[in-house]
């Protein structure tokens, strides 16, 4: 029997197909108010007055003095800084300042609150900012010698915008008050940092439960942006003593909740004629937003990606995010590499360019290779699949040829090489110290995870693994629903680690199981012995060395690699680029489950096009202008190029069976991959989204 | 949705006749596939609370041939025009236009004359009824009139249309000549026009363009230039001092007057 590596049915498919499955905004609780956020509409300055300018009977109505006693208004995360609700200081548009609930929703919408302002100036350029959140520098070797050796050396600057997640689900929650605290349900990727965050605003002793609700999608999205909603959840629910729903709609979500970072990367590389790297000088500015949040973890796993999967004995990588007057920025797939790999790989074209060479040959000159290290002094083992990787997709397309042949029409082609490190960087997986269990039924086992659902397939992935390592029908193994009182932490969903940091857990807890099962099925032992939990906690590899002061050592457990391949058709007239054909070629392991492993490489890949050429946030005065399905525009199915994906597996020995972290890779792959093959085609652009208007400047309207 | 739905209520007439009386006693707001209307309520932007429901009329649907004449009943949608043997034949690039709205869905319920109605400068079949010189035929309850097309729109968002009228039915002229018609949205499909171009090749040349002004154009002084043997280099200049384009969330005016004119070049070498 073999399930690994099998495309069983979904666990959640059938729910999802037939819409039995329940979403927060499905649930509706005898009693239920519906609750309401009112924003800041300055970026900058401070609250005057607030004037309640609607008749106030049955209203709830929430503001700072609402913060009970014991706790504090800080929605904690790595540091205390952003607030649940504003206390005086107003630092972007769409700042909670104060909450409302009503049972009748109509009512709800219809009360004006009136909030006056002294206004500051706001800072929105990152390179103006004079705040910043976090600075960090990775060292390796000598710069100056490095650059000494250099026979051309190119510079180049690159720049990303703001990404939407789009998740198709908006952000919602319901907060139930339950034993004197309070238990939320709610469409959520990390439970744990729900409970964090409201033991933070209630006091440490308060009853606080967190269940997730099937999920429409995250992306990142819902990692630290349901503990905003739920604590305002919570306070309106206390304060009424009743359920209290809330559940943004598209313009609030997109206006109020994180996006990607935006990014400066600035590079300066020393090559020899040969086209060897001998030195990189890299600078990396992301836009934090207004509040510190998670830009401290996106700037970091940005630069240790910035030095490309490459082999350079001298690198300098500077990084810092800086504070501006916008929404916080925050997790999205990918969490500061698709920013850094975008620059990288855009750069080595222009060095291929500036050498005579083609894009493969520089790339397959400096490719890590097993025994190489890394901009963080990090060896590289045998699961180092870079070559690999981009000999299959050089091959497969025929890239040299077509390059070639593709000469003086209107169509251009170009690749991507890149990596993510799987997990928590550095020490964080041995500080997470996740915990996974399973527990026997009556007809087998149930996985006790706080790992989410989120549409990737966790449950189905963790089902298989247990299945397979137990030799029991997979059928056999049921997923418990993340509640938080209910299942240990295995630490957020997050990081490209739910495979193989909590799967692996899993296995352990699997080959613990059956020693103790012998003989008997699950069911008969439980038959015969009654119930039965078993727990095991997260146990890192040995080796892994990290310093969190100097940013060297053993970065990440283990990295995936892909490479891209994008061919386009340059509009003459309209300068409009569509994406005609993708070849995708990822290096993940082990595909669990292959079926869900291409879709999340089909839906990265089309979510890096959308990064590419389409999703453009407009930022007017520190506020989303475009906050619209239809006016922030992602890509339709025709707006997808046709894919071929084409999965290697090359084991982390670490991994259960093999698996490393596949979710976030295939975003990295497409941007860059987009815009060398616009550069091709004699478009020499370097910043996305590439849209038809800047491509109309960078040709010089004709 | 923002707007208070509870508020809101609507009459369902089953003729024509019926509609026009209601009209006639009480300004009700005409819902045909409400693809639009709906974006208003949802975004709280439409304010009104009353409605008519013209789905149901029989007198606004269809398509025919009548003389020299296509007619279109203003309740046609986008699926029926885009598959209609008729409009295929005679004006094939208003099934191309039809073919390039929205999506399925909103083919399926979006209407010809919500689209003129709705008198949104990006409608996308606007353009093809500029150079079709289309008639539209208006009724009230107590009269009947044909407005042309290119004097329907008075300003942005303005039009003719009284209150209690309804518009019955889109004739569209047949016109000898290669037609041509090209969309520029914000992405292959679900995209607002950025700028949308119907253009016939005659003797005298008909050109239009939606979104670069407040009101679909038809573009008079262009056409004249061609029509007179100016060189194409000319007839872009004058083209620029037809246009009015602006910027905007969904692209920029250089960009708009570029491809404007990138545009007229492609149409007058195809
Ligand atoms: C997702 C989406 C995508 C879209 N894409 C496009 C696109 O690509 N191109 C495009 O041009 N449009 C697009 N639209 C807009 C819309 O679909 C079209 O304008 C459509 O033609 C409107 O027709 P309707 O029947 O739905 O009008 P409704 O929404 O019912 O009405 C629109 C307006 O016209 C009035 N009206 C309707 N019929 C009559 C009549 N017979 N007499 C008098 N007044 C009338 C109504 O009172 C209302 O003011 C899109 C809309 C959506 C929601």
Same mark, same amino acid.
């Given at each position: ?702 | ?22 009209? +006639? ?113 208006? +009724? ?116 708009? +007057? ?13």
């Amino acid at each position: 029997m073999s399930v690994v590596g099998t495309s069983v049915a979904r666990k959640d498919g059938i729910g999802k197909a037939t819409g039995a499955a329940k979403y927060a905004d499905d649930l509706s609780i005898p009693g239920m108010l519906f609750g309401r956020t009112v924003r800041s509409t300055i970026p900058c300055g401070r609250v005057k007055r607030i004037r309640y300018d609607f008749d106030t009977t049955g209203f709830t109505i929430v503001d700072r003095r609402d913060i009970p006693l014991d706790g504090r208004n800080v929605v904690a995360l790595i540091e205390d800084d952003q607030p649940f609700l504003v206390e005086r200081d107003v630092r972007h548009v769409a700042e909670p300042i104060v909450l409302l609930a009503h049972a009748d929703r109509e009512k709800l919408l219809a009360a004006d609150v009136i909030i006056e302002y002294e206004v500051e100036p706001p800072v929105f350029d990152p390179e103006a900012s004079t705040e910043s959140l976090k600075t960090l520098t990775i060292d390796k070797g000598h710069l100056d010698a490095g650059f000494a050796q250099a026979d051309v050396i190119v510079e180049g600057t690159y720049r990303t915008g703001h990404q939407e997640h789009v998740y198709i689900e908006p952000n919602g929650v319901i907060a139930v008050p339950e034993d004197g605290g309070i238990a939320i349900f709610g469409s959520i990727q990390c439970p744990f940092y729900v409970v964090k965050a409201l033991k933070s605003l209630l006091g440490p002793k308060a009853h606080v439960r967190v269940v997730q609700t099937e999920t429409g999608g995250g992306f990142g999205g819902k990692e630290e942006y349901p503990s905003m909603i739920a604590g305002h959840a919570t306070l309106l629910a206390l304060k009424a003593g009743l359920p209290v729903k809330i559940v943004y709609d598209r313009t609030e979500d997109m206006i109020a909740t994180t996006k990607r970072h935006p990014s400066i990367v600035r590079h300066r590389t020393g090559v020899k004629r040969d086209g060897t790297l001998v030195a990189m000088d890299v600078e990396v500015i992301l836009d934090g937003g207004a509040y510190i949040t998670l830009s401290p973890v996106v700037l970091s796993r940005g630069c240790i990606h910035a030095a490309g999967p490459y082999r350079c004995d001298n690198v300098r990588i500077r990084g810092r995010a800086m504070l501006t007057n916008t929404p916080p920025n925050g997790a999205f797939r990918g969490f500061g590499a698709p920013q850094t790999i975008f620059a990288i790989e855009a750069h080595m074209d222009r060095i291929a360019e500036a050498l005579g060479v083609d894009p493969v040959t520089i790339r397959e000159r400096n490719a890590l290779v097993p025994g190489d290290t890394t901009a963080t002094g990090q060896r590289l083992t045998a699961d180092c699949s870079a070559l690999p990787v981009l000999r299959e997709a050089v091959e497969r397309t025929d890239f040299r040829r077509k390059r070639e042949a593709l000469r003086g029409t209107n169509r251009g082609i170009g690749l991507s090489l890149f990596y993510h490190g799987s997990g928590f960087t550095g020490s964080g997986e041995l500080r997470l110290a996740s915990k996974a269990a399973l527990e026997l039924t009556d007809h087998g086992v149930r996985i006790l995870v706080s790992s989410t659902e989120i549409g990737q397939g966790t449950r189905t992935m963790h089902a298989q693994i247990v299945a397979e390592t137990l030799g029991i029908p997979y059928e056999d193994v049921d997923v418990a629903q993340p509640d938080t009182t209910l299942v240990p932490d295995s630490g957020p969903t997050v990081a490209s680690r739910t495979c193989m940091v909590v799967g692996r857990i899993l296995q352990r807890c699997a080959e613990d199981l059956k020693r103790r099962l012998g003989d008997l099925t699950p069911a008969e032992y439980y038959r015969a012995h009654g119930p039965f939990t078993i727990v095991r906690e997260h146990e890192p590899p040995g080796w892994i060395q990290w310093d969190d002061e100097t940013y060297t050592g053993d970065a990440y457990a283990t990295y995936a690699w892909g490479c891209d391949v994008v061919e386009v058709e340059l509009d003459a007239d309209t300068c409009e680029v569509r994406p005609l054909h993708l070849t995708a070629v990822q290096e993940v392991g082990k595909a669990i489950h292959p079926a869900l492993a291409r879709g999340q490489i089909e839906g990265g890949s089309a979510q890096g096009i959308g990064y590419a050429i389409v999703e453009h946030v407009a930022m007017r005065d520190g506020v989303m202008a475009n906050a619209s399905l239809t006016n922030y525009t992602i890509p339709t199915t025709l707006d997808t190029p046709a894919m071929d994906i084409v999965l290697l597996e090359n084991p982390y020995e670490d991994g259960p069976f093999g698996a490393k972290g596949l979710g976030e890779l295939p975003m990295d792959g497409p941007a860059p991959a987009v815009i060398n093959a616009l550069r091709h085609l004699g478009v020499d652009l370097s910043e996305i989204p590439a849209t038809p208007e800047r491509v109309m400047s960078a040709c010089g309207s004709r | 949705m923002k707007s208070a739905l509870s508020q809101l209520s609507f009459a369902r007439p089953r003729t024509l006749e019926e509609a026009l009386t209601l009209l +006639r006693d009480e300004p009700l707001v005409p819902i045909a596939g409400a693809t639009d209307l709906y974006v208003g309520l949802n975004f709280g932007t439409l304010k009104a609370q009353r409605f008519l429901d013209i789905t149901r009329l029989e007198e606004l649907r269809g398509i025919s041939v009548t003389g020299d004449r296509l007619v279109i009943g203003a309740g046609t949608t986008y699926t029926t025009i885009m598959h209609s043997a008729s409009v295929r034949a005679h004006w094939p690039i208003l099934a191309d236009a039809a073919s390039q709205v929205g999506g399925v869905q909103i083919q399926n319920r979006g209407t010809l004359g919500g689209n003129v109605a709705n008198a949104s400068p990006a409608g996308d079949t606007l353009p093809v009824l500029a150079v079709a010189d289309a008639i539209l035929q208006l +009724r009230s309850a107590q009269s009947q009139r044909a407005v042309p097309f290119n004097s329907f729109y008075t300003g942005y968002r303005q039009t003719v249309l009284r209150p209690d009228e309804l518009i019955v039915s889109i004739e569209l002229p047949m016109v000898e000549g290669k037609q041509w018609f090209r969309k520029v949205g914000t992405r292959a499909a679900q995209a607002i026009s950025k700028l949308v171009m119907a253009a016939v090749r005659t003797e005298a040349p008909r050109i239009a363009l939606g979104s670069v002004a407040p009101t679909p154009l038809r573009l008079r002084r262009t056409e004249a230039a061609l029509a007179g043997g100016s060189s194409i280099e000319d007839a872009i200049g004058v083209l620029q001092t037809e246009i009015t384009p602006i910027d905007d969330l969904r692209s920029s005016e250089a960009y708009r +007057r570029a491809v404007a004119g990138n545009l007229l070049r492609r149409f007058w070498a195809s």
